[in-house]
T-cell receptor, first 114, second 118 residues
């Protein structure tokens, strides 16, 4: 079982909706990540929070908004999405003291935008 | 910028045969390299990682990989394929990410779909 928990597992939303994806880890990791994965493609990094400080992939549109309430929680707020935003959204965490550390991934949230 | 290239989007082997999945890296500094596996509709699971402690790295499920600096490679192997090995495999390198905090993240190769023939 993964130690990174994502909810919901599936989400269907219209283009005018506002929704959020949630992620939680209790491994004491101080870095958390959002990745987007389209079908048959590799994951692409969207955002990183390291000690609650945000790093951004500047190609990600502003309709995606990350939030890190504390070091264990990560949210991705979704607003006015487009059908092409339909994808698997993966959350991950890692230790930050060693840059050799692997990322631990959740099972993902499958998003469908109608 | 650090990156990895996976050769072969699909690899098909017979059950019991050797599995070889290729990954080459591009890095101006010693890289930290990883292999992940993804089963359908699931997240990514770490198979093994290279962090310069040893060039031959053993991972889970009987997989191993050898870091070869002269060839800039980190190929994944398994002596005998099993049906349960059918999945998508990603090679990844740890790299500095984007603007703002400059945190590390993983950059993935395009992936190799492993097919096991009975």
């Amino acid at each position: 079982d993964t130690e990174v928990t994502q909810t919901p597992k599936h989400l269907v939303m219209g283009m005018t909706n506002k929704k959020s994806l949630k992620c939680e880890q209790h491994m004491g990791h101080r870095a958390m990540y959002w990745y987007k994965q389209k079908a048959k493609k590799p994951p692409e990094l969207m955002f990183v929070y390291s000690y609650e400080k945000l790093s951004i992939n500047e190609s990600v549109p502003s309709r995606f908004s990350p939030e890190c309430p504390n070091s264990s929680l990560l949210n991705l707020h979704l607003h006015a999405l487009q059908p092409e935003d339909s994808a698997l959204y993966l959350c991950a965490s890692s230790r930050m003291l060693a840059n050799t550390g692997e990322l631990f991934f959740g099972e993902g949230s499958r998003l469908t935008v109608l | 910028a650090q990156s990895v290239t996976q050769l072969g989007s699909h690899v098909s082997v017979s059950e019991g045969a050797l599995v070889l999945l290729r990954c080459n890296y591009s890095s101006s500094v010693p890289p930290y390299l990883f292999w992940y596996v993804q089963y359908p509709n699931q997240g990514l699971q770490l198979l093994l990682k290279y962090t310069s402690a040893a060039t031959l790295v053993k991972g889970i499920n009987g997989f191993e990989a050898e870091f070869k600096k002269s060839e800039t490679s980190f190929h994944l192997t398994k002596p005998s394929a099993h049906m349960r090995d059918a999945a998508e495999y990603f090679c990844a390198v740890r790299a500095k990410m984007y603007s703002g905090g400059g945190a590390d993240g993983l950059t993935f190769g395009k992936g190799t779909h492993l097919i096991i023939q009975p």
